[in-house]
Each structure stands twice: as C-alpha cells, then as structure tokens.
C-alpha cells in the first residue's frame, strides 16, 4: 500500500559529474494512485513555484535493499518469460 505525504522521503538532485550543476531532480514518495502522485507533485513548493522545467510522474519498484528477499529475482524472471526467454 502506498500513500501520499505532505513531504518526500527520498529525493535530490542528480549531477553530470561529481560536484556539476543539477541536470534532474528526482523525489521517491509514495501515493495510492498515479493520480494522487500527479496531485502532490502539483502541490510540492519546487514544482508549484516554478522551480522545474518538467514533471513525470512514474511508478518506482523499490529493489534495493530487498524488503521482499528474492522480489527481485521473481520479476526478472516474470519479464523475462512475457519476453519469451
């Protein structure tokens, strides 16, 4: 279950190179639909102020460290069966 908090818990800027200029930001927060993650991003102070250029909001599956040991595995092997291989 996922669900929408007032603040991220994960998230920063990510660099061309080691000490650059921000090229992305990228925040890890959780939400119960990809409607309620597209409603907070609406409303985080970075966004709602002007402070990105572009927002996409994407589903994240959290593999490391493995809260499910093995999930990993498990989804490998199930895209690599819809794949045929």
């Known amino acids: 279950?996922?669900?929408v908090t007032e603040t991220a818990p994960d998230g920063g800027p990510a660099r061309v190179a080691?000490?650059?200029r921000p090229e992305t930001m990228i925040i890890?927060?959780?939400a119960d639909s990809q409607a309620a993650a597209?409603?907070?991003i609406g409303r985080e102070p970075y966004n709602s102020n002007g402070g990105?250029?572009?927002v996409v909001a994407r589903p994240w599956s959290h593999v490391i460290?493995?809260?499910?040991?093995g999930?990993?595995?498990?989804?490998r092997a199930d895209e690599?069966?819809?794949?045929g291989g």
């Not at 460290?65 to 040991?69: A, I, S, V």
């Not at 999930?71 to 989804?75: P, Q």
């Not at 690599?80 to 794949?83: G, N």
Request: charged fraction near 30%.
């Open 1 to 3: 279950m996922i669900t």
């Open 18 to 20: 080691e000490g650059g």
């Open 28 to 30: 890890v927060a959780e």
């Open 38 to 40: 597209e409603a907070w």
């Open 52 to 54: 990105f250029t572009s």
């Open 65 to 69: 460290p493995e809260l499910d040991p």
């Open 71 to 75: 999930a990993l595995e498990r989804t």
């Open 80 to 83: 690599l069966a819809k794949r």
